[in-house]
């Protein structure tokens, strides 16, 4: 099993005519991925690697059973392909956009909830069942980053998590499914709304959580874990160790307010919690041979 998507869930790739667009989705066909159908107005009629092109995401459904799209277009853009895609009744959405406007990613997540949908993002570099689908940003090819195994991950950050990924095979693991959430300051699915969906996955032994500076959400996880929402091994990481006090450090979502959203805040509720916390991304692997 894997968890949100595997190689049966019909995909749509809206903004698939673009230069990322078109390199992504034939990637995401190569590795396994069901891509039904894209969507670029004005475009209809053509195709991407014999993927049907359609002018709307209405007129995609109409032709195809679509159950998640990957949203690859500018920020400006954005609202309008999501709430195109929540309107026609698309439950999983992930949005690979990144600086979308607060207040509107505050709109969206609350209509997303309302209509019982899970949008990823913004700013990510998607979701990755390994071994079966993706829909995001993935160099699968590289095994010693994207061998299957049993350790969820979920991430705030693209490039640690190819690191710490990395460390997890290196250890003679592998990552069921990765989810990224995204860098920016609201996302629209937080880290405790995905651990759910790990605790079901019986494929998925243990969680390995890559978080940051900034926001609460590492110690959401915690709170999860120690009312017993969460019962399986979990090891957190924290980027930003480093980060001078109030300094946002590269993603938007990535600055201490208010007196939270530090890495000792993190630190502690986590290890109160009973979760591990890794130092450095080389002691994941010691900590995962330890815990299973």
Do not use: C
């Not at 995001?136 to 590289?142: C, D, E, I, V």
């Not at 290196?170 to 995905?194: L, Q």
Request: glycine fraction near 14%; charge should be neutral; proline fraction near 6%.
């Amino acid at each position: 099993m894997s968890i949100i998507i595997d190689q049966n869930t019909p995909v749509l790739i809206q903004g698939i005519t673009g230069k990322e667009g078109s390199f992504w989705a034939k990637h995401a066909k190569t590795y396994g991925t069901n891509v039904v159908a894209g969507v670029t107005p004005g475009k209809e009629g053509q195709d991407v690697d014999g993927i049907p092109v359609y002018h709307t995401v209405r007129r995609a459904v109409a032709e195809h059973h679509i159950e998640a799209s990957l949203l690859v277009v500018p920020p400006k853009a954005a609202r309008g392909a999501i709430l195109e895609a929540l309107d026609s009744g698309i439950k999983t959405i992930v949005v690979t956009a990144e600086g979308i406007p607060l207040h509107e990613m505050l709109q969206l997540r609350k209509l997303a909830l309302e209509k019982e949908a899970m949008v990823i993002g913004g700013n990510t570099t998607g979701i990755i069942s390994t071994g079966k689908a993706m829909m995001g940003f993935f160099p699968y090819w590289l095994d010693r980053v994207y061998k299957p195994g049993r350790v969820g991950v979920m991430t705030r950050s693209g490039s640690l998590t190819n690191e710490i990924t990395a460390e997890i095979v290196k250890a003679g693991f592998g990552p069921s499914s990765i989810v990224g959430v995204g860098g920016d300051p609201v996302p629209f699915t937080r880290f405790a709304e995905i651990l759910p969906l790990f605790e079901k996955d019986p494929d998925t032994d243990a969680v390995v959580m890559i978080g940051e500076i900034g926001g609460t959400m590492e110690e959401d996880v915690a709170e999860a874990i120690e009312q017993g929402l969460f019962t399986k091994p979990l090891i957190g990481f924290m980027g930003g160790r480093t980060a001078p006090k109030g300094q946002k450090m590269g993603h938007a979502g990535a600055i201490i307010t208010a007196g939270k959203g530090t890495v000792a805040d993190k630190v502690g509720a986590l290890t109160r919690a009973g979760a591990l916390v890794a130092d450095r991304p080389s002691m994941i692997g010691p900590l995962l041979k330890q815990i299973l």
